[in-house]
């Protein structure tokens, strides 16, 4: 190998690196959203609407197969603007309303650009697959300056997620060539999936109700009690004399997100 050939391979394993770097602190940012979205929801409202998440980052062999199926001039700035799934993050919910309640309050933040929406869940695919996704930027702060960097969101519930990885299985281990028979029985899957889903959520809204008219019969201990950052914490005193002393006046209340609506509804 000559000495060209050896600065040559530095170079590009140099730009590679970078290149992968982008996305790897694309996601990292988008968990500590994620996760700041999760802590508010479980201190305010007792309620965690995220089940779970999981990222992942397109391997260059698999970045590499990409270009060659799509015939992408291979050039960063070219895999970069044709390629949108290098970096996804997969958001497991519980109930249908968490997905677009999540997916609202990530739409909000005004840090990141949305590229796309496509409603799965409002309009499956023929085969019965539901999700929603978004495709964001997420703007990444380098030694030499700022680069908004894609990432795919999904947002699914707990049965969506069940389905769509059985399906994935069943088709890899069939190499895509699945028997009707089986077809037509994943769509039957999928739709019992989707019926489950809104059982789920109708009773999520009828046990939520319950709460809700059980805590307003009086104030407990629980309401002179608070949690951060797993450290429980007494309202002060003077504060709570403040409120039985002056029962009549009002203070303006904060405006908060509840649990059981979405910009969606």
């Known amino acids: ?28 940012e988008m968990e500590t959203k994620i996760e700041i979205l999760k802590e508010e929801f ?14 992942r980052v397109k391997s260059p062999e698999s970045i590499m197969r990409k270009i060659y199926r799509k015939n992408i001039n291979l050039t ?10 290098i970096a996804g993050i997969r958001i497991t919910c519980s109930f249908i309303s968490d997905i677009y309640r999540i997916s609202d309050m990530l739409r909000k933040q005004t840090d990141l650009k949305i590229l796309e929406v496509k409603d799965y869940i409002k309009n499956p695919k023929p085969n019965g697959y539901q999700s929603l996704h978004l495709l964001v930027e997420v ?31 069943i088709f890899y281990k069939y190499n895509e060539e699945v028997p009707k028979q089986l077809l037509l029985e994943l769509k039957q899957a999928a739709d019992s999936a989707a019926a489950l889903d809104q059982q789920m959520e109708r009773l999520h809204k009828d046990i939520h109700a319950i709460k809700e008219e059980k805590s307003a019969d009086g104030v407990g201990e629980e309401f002179t009690k608070i949690m951060i950052n797993n450290q ?15 029962p009549a006046k009002e203070v303006p209340p904060v405006k908060e997100i509840d649990p059981n609506k979405s910009d969606e509804e």
């Open 232 to 246: 429980q914490f007494s309202l002060p005193s003077a504060l709570m004399n403040l409120i039985e002393a002056n």
């Open 139 to 169: 703007p990444i702060y380098m030694s030499n300056g700022q680069e908004y960097v894609c990432v795919e969101i999904q947002i699914r519930t707990i049965a969506m997620d069940f389905w769509a990885s059985l399906e994935h299985k």
């Open 76 to 85: 960063f700035p070219n895999i970069k603007e044709s390629i949108k799934d």
């Open 42 to 55: 479980q201190l305010l409202h007792d309620y965690n609407p995220i089940e779970h998440t999981k990222s």
């Open 1 to 28: 190998m000559t000495e060209l050939q050896v600065e040559q391979f530095k170079r590009v394993r140099k730009e590679m690196t970078r290149f992968m770097m982008l996305y790897k602190f694309a996601l990292d």
